[in-house]
């Protein structure tokens, strides 16, 4: 936060800060120019909410404790806010701040942010239409998506759908489905090559081929031989 | 006005002479600092509270600790912290030093550190001040705790730090915390068979991943249940954990039978230990294959 001295037209600089009171600061802020100053003061509150941050306005003057702040926040360590619970009391009564504000708006609509929602017209009457995709899936591939298991069939859906409106395309088919795992499919391995895949675990062995055919993929290589598994080794080197 | 008022910030050069973005800057430099001696840390989460994520980081790291790692337990799970009482630590403190928190040693040399070393057997999280029970004071509040748990605990040299994430899924803090941790290796996640688990691990997968958070792979607790007097072993749920791994294009990481004997050893806070138990064998066999995981790179380079 900075402040400007409009009839400077320069930043304030900030000078110092005092505690007038439990729960309070006072920030003094001057004009490098005409010298005016001014003071900010908090209540209890803001100033609670500028310590939740870990910093000290104006910089430290020794090195912070080991948690400092969750020492010195947690109720029953440290001293007493009698003060600041006075200080709540005689401008909210009994109620904390944050319930009163919440109260009242549940009170009226049941929910704070249904207004908000209303307006942006997310609310129940437009549920519906959100289920709608956007895409035109071709049979086979809607054939394909009814197999999944029906409790991941939504992310396997919104995974092709992210796929293919980032591709441009209008029409889920069973290649974009394909695409859409990364997976190349159609590169074939040769012999030697498949063979010495076999050198990495079973437990990574899929992360390996699926590397080495992207890195096949990248070349435009039309498939997967011992040149390409020496260039997928070489880089896999320079990583260590 | 508001346009001279642009004109003049145009003309004018930021100066941080209240010292707050330095310190922020210095807050973030001790955290990286903090964690240079770790090699590899993970964060073990679930959308979903009740799977086991406790038992399963707590079990992780006792395996790390059998196969001779040295290990730490992050437990950030700020309002319901359980990893000292299933390691039996309950009643412990951080020794406070010039240079940091040490935190309290627990089975198998595992290093803990969690807020339950700062509360009284069953006392909640409260804190001072009006703005207590503010969401958005709390929310802001509990992630500098958790930047003072991750920038403050002397861990020294680790072989591995495994944090427990508090449960949570899209809009909630588990993959905003994971975002604290410099250098993260990845993400552990938890689920049981169960489809509602499911459901809602998925949006945390997918949560974690938008934040550019590597998911490791699944551990499936709760498989099965294991009888402890003839031995057989159960099908809890209906769900297919193997079909939502192949779905999300993420590894089975093992399966964990809930098995009463372990899980009652780590509720009493005397827990099984012995690498020989059947079920605690299959936690060695996780760790492997994370450690596999984390090594990828070099093992396609020495391997392939």
């Known amino acids: 936060m900075k402040f400007v001295c409009m009839k400077c037209e320069t930043y304030m600089n900030f000078e110092k800060v005092e505690k007038p009171g439990e729960g309070s600061l006072g920030v003094f802020f001057g004009c490098p120019s005409c010298g005016a100053r001014f003071t900010m003061v908090t209540n209890p509150g803001e100033t609670q909410m500028v310590s939740s941050l870990g910093v000290q306005l104006g910089g430290r003057t020794a090195a912070a404790e080991p948690f400092e702040m969750t020492r010195s926040g947690l109720r029953g360590e440290g001293p007493g806010q009698a003060e600041m619970a006075n200080y709540l009391k005689e401008h909210y009564g009994d109620k904390p701040v944050s319930t009163t504000a919440t109260e009242s708006s549940e009170k009226k609509s049941g929910c704070p942010f249904s207004a908000v929602v209303a307006q942006m017209g997310l609310g129940s009457s437009s549920e519906a239409g959100a289920t709608l995709s956007e895409f035109v899936w071709s049979p086979d591939a809607l054939d394909r998506l ?15 759908e992210a796929y293919a409106r980032k591709q441009g395309y209008t029409k889920i088919t069973l290649q974009v489905m394909d695409d859409s795992k990364n997976t190349p499919a159609g590169i074939p391995w040769a012999a030697a090559a498949e063979k010495r895949l076999e050198n990495i675990p ?23 031989t011992e040149a390409i598994m020496e260039e997928a080794k070489t880089k896999f080197m320079n990583f260590m | 006005m508001s346009q001279d008022l642009k004109d003049i910030l145009g003309r004018l ?14 807050q973030m430099k001790a955290v990286k600092n903090r964690m240079a001696g770790i090699r590899h840390k993970f964060v073990v989460m679930s959308g979903k509270g009740g799977v086991g994520k406790s038992m399963t980081t707590v079990n992780l790291a006792l395996a790390f600790a059998r196969q001779g790692d040295q290990v730490g337990v992050l437990d950030v799970d700020l309002n319901g912290p359980c990893v000292p009482k299933m390691l039996g630590m309950r009643g412990r403190r951080f020794a406070m030093t010039a240079d940091g928190a040490m935190p309290p040693v627990g089975p198998l040399g595992v290093k803990v ?14 804190w001072k001040g009006p703005m207590d029970l503010s969401p958005v ?18 861990w020294g040299k680790l072989d591995y730090l495994l944090t427990d994430l508090p449960p949570g899924a899209a809009a909630d803090k588990p993959p905003v915390i994971a975002g604290f941790i410099p250098d993260l290796d990845g993400a552990i996640v938890v689920t049981t068979p169960s489809e509602i688990a499911s459901d809602v ?30 031995g057989v072993e159960s099908e809890l749920f209906d ?14 990481l093992g399966r964990i039978p809930f098995d009463r004997t372990l899980a009652r050893s780590f509720d009493k806070g005397m ?24 090594d990828y790179k070099k093992i396609m380079a020495r391997q392939l």
């Open chain 1, 146 to 160: 009814e197999k999944t298991p029906s409790f991941v069939r939504p992310m396997v859906k919104g995974t092709i």
């Open chain 1, 202 to 224: 079973d437990f990574i062995r899929p992360m390996a081929r699926k590397e080495i055919e992207r890195i096949a993929l990248e070349r435009g290589a039309p498939q997967i």
């Open chain 2, 13 to 26: 050069k930021y100066t941080d002479d209240a010292k707050v973005v330095q310190q922020i800057t210095e």
């Open chain 2, 113 to 126: 550190g969690s807020m339950d070393f700062f509360l009284e057997e069953l006392a909640p999280v409260q």
């Open chain 2, 137 to 154: 004071w709390l929310g802001l509040t509990e992630m500098n705790v958790i930047r003072e748990f991750i920038a403050d605990i002397v």
């Open chain 2, 201 to 230: 691990v998925q949006k945390s997968i997918a949560y974690a991943r938008d934040l550019g958070i590597k998911v490791l792979g699944i551990v499936e607790n709760m498989s099965q249940y294991l009888c402890p007097h003839c």
């Open chain 2, 239 to 252: 769900g297919d954990t193997e079909a939502l791994c192949q779905a999300l294009d993420l590894p089975l």
């Open chain 2, 271 to 294: 827990p099984l230990l012995d690498g020989d138990y059947a079920t605690l064998k299959r936690y060695d066999e996780i760790v492997t294959r994370i450690k596999a995981l984390v």
